[in-house]
Each structure stands twice: as structure tokens, then as C-alpha cells.
């Protein structure tokens, strides 16, 4: 029987243990973390994902700035925002919600980001930074995932990591974060043939598919640990992982819940990001 990664719990710590940090560095220095989440469109995810973020972000004692924009802004005009927040010192963290609509290029936007207020971690310069082994922004997902590893005392050096899915966002940088710990990695995706021989080898296996249920007990080893970062809706309309909970539980050591497991320490991420970058903009650090 498997022992529950609980990322809700540590999200909850993480985050009132940040917020006493805050406190602290406000009575001390009179520095205040601020935060710029601007939102473009009325995608519905996104619009839940943002209220999540600013929600917290005051919880933790920061300094909170949300831009809604209508779907019909210019690239042009998103673009000259973002060069007037990277300017604006009261901002230490900016992060645009994607996706972004069509007429305008993620790249580009991405791109006008300062990679010092990059909290999402995923400019160019950051990637670089990662995987030249630099400090550097960290995409907050695999962040808080690597987060949990240390909290649970999960063991990653010379173990074998397999990846599936090799988004930029979690997939690829997670593979750049375990390999620093010194883990074996494998990366695999949705072109990858005889997928379960290869799960069936890892004594970690993170799977970042964005399809419900697809990871089942033939896919993994006795004894592995599982970290399910999908979040998706099954036919009932109820939450689901890109694992099958009840069929991998018997038979693993650690996994992870979906929904209360990877999901709630990616914005705890982005507020310790943000926190800690503002103390770097204040040469504190
Ligand atoms: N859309 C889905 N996840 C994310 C994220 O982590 N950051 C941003 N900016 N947009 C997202």
C-alpha cells in the first residue's frame, strides 16, 4: 500500500511559513514582494488558474496586481505592458497566463519578460540558466514537485527517473532538475514505442500526458514512486489524473492524489520565486 505524496498539506506549510517571511522582510527592510499576473481573454481555466494565483498571493502579504485584457488587444500593445512592468519596481515576479489567443505569438510575449522577473520560469534565458546548471527562474510545476521530493526524503541520486511528456513546461525541465540531483533519466512521449518496457523500469515515474487514466498497474514497477501531474476531466466530468489511482496504490511505495498532490505546490512555487526575487532585486541575497 502506497504512502500519499500529500502536496496540499506542504502547499499550506510552505505557504504560512512564507507568508511569516514576508511579514519579516517588510518590518525589516519595508520590502514588499509584488506580483503582476495579467490575463488576456476569457478563457475559463485560465481565468480560475489567475484568481487562484491572486488569491494567494495576498494570503502570503505580497503585493498584488491583476490586468484583465480583452481578447482583442494588439501583440504590440501586450508587449509595450510587459516593457512597462519590467520597468516598475514595485513588480519583482511577472507572469503572463497562457495560452494567449491565436493573433498573438507566446513566443514574442515570453520573450519581453526580464528573465529576472520571469517567476514562471520560462524565458530562454531561464532554460539556459537550468540547464547550464546556473541559478536561474524555475518552471514552478516540476519546481514543486522536486520540492516534494526533498520534504518526503525521497531518495532521486542514481535512481531512474522516466519522464512522460516533454512539454516545456513541466516535461523538459523536469528532466533538467532530476538530472542535477543526479538521477538517470529517461524522457519519453506520445511517439515513444513500447512505452511500458521503459515504465515498467523506473523507480520514478512522472507523467505529464494530459490524458485521464492512461497510466495503469502493468505500467510500473513494485515499489516505484509515482508523481501524477495531470489534471484532467473524465467521462463523468470529475477530476482526474493522467494515472489510475486505485489500480497503481497497491502496488507502489509513494504516488501522488489527484486533485491535492502536484497541483497545489506549483503556485506556492510561483510565490516563493517571487519572494525570493525580490530579495535578490534588493541585493538581500
Ligand atoms: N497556463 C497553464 N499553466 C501555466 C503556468 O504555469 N504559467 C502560465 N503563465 N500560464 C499557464
Known sequence: MARLIDGKLLAQKMQSDLAQKVAQLELEKGLVPGLVVILVGKDPASQIYVRHKERSAKQAGFYSE??????????????????????????????????????????????????????????????????????????CTPAGIMALFEHYNIDLEGKHAVIIGRSNIVGKPM??????????????????KQLKTITQQADILIVAIGCSRLITADHVKPGAVVIDVGMNRDEQGKLSGDVDFASLEPLVDWITPVPGGVGP?????????????????????
Open 265 to 285: 505546490m506549483t503556485i506556492t512555487m510561483l510565490l516563493e520565486q517571487t519572494y525570493q526575487s525580490a530579495r535578490r532585486f534588493a541585493i538581500l541575497d
Open 66 to 139: 491583476t490586468v484583465r485584457l480583452p481578447e482583442t488587444i494588439s501583440q504590440q500593445e501586450l508587449l509595450d505592458l510587459v516593457e512597462q512592468y519590467n520597468h516598475d519596481a514595485r513588480f519583482h515576479g511577472i507572469l503572463v497566463q497562457l495560452p494567449l489567443p491565436d493573433h498573438i505569438d507566446e513566443e514574442a510575449v515570453v520573450l519581453a519578460i526580464d528573465p529576472d522577473k520571469d517567476v514562471d520560469g520560462f524565458h530562454p534565458v531561464n532554460t539556459g540558466r537550468l540547464w547550464a546548471g546556473q541559478p536561474a527562474m524555475l518552471p
Open 175 to 192: 528532466a533538467a532538475m532530476l538530472l542535477a540531483a543526479n538521477a538517470t533519466v529517461t524522457m519519453t512521449h506520445s511517439r515513444t
